[in-house]
């Protein structure tokens, strides 16, 4: 059995808690960095959802009329013109051809 002296103990109790505030520190970052894409990404949302509720009532299409157009639900889209839920391929094909024009 190994016999540690009161020296050892100490140092190897300052390492454990060096490495412990480390990975808290770590963990604490990555939380921040996580929170500030999801703000992003709600924010993003939000921003082409609007866009698509402008451009849709500006071609006067209802929402109902878009969503079965689309092949899509009218929850759906409401959803994504409300920030909820993110925008899927044939929503923004109908937004991009609406902006070309």
């Known amino acids: 059995m190994v016999t540690l002296t009161q020296r050892q103990i100490e140092r190897f109790r300052r ?3 060096k490495t412990v505030r ?3 520190i770590s963990l604490e970052k990555y939380e921040r960095s996580f929170a500030d894409a999801r703000r992003e990404r709600d924010f993003f949302n939000e921003q082409l ?3 698509l509720r402008v451009m849709r009532r500006i071609d006067g299409v209802s929402l109902r009329a878009l969503a079965k157009k689309l092949k899509l639900s009218p ?3 409401s959803d994504v013109e409300l920030g909820r839920r993110a925008i ?3 929503l923004l094909g109908w937004l991009k051809a609406r902006c070309a024009r």
Do not use: F, Q
Request: hydrophobic share 35%.
């Open 75 to 77: 929850s759906y889209v």
């Open 15 to 17: 390492e454990a808690r």
């Open 88 to 90: 899927n391929d044939r």
């Open 49 to 51: 959802g609007l866009r």
């Open 22 to 24: 480390g990975a808290i």
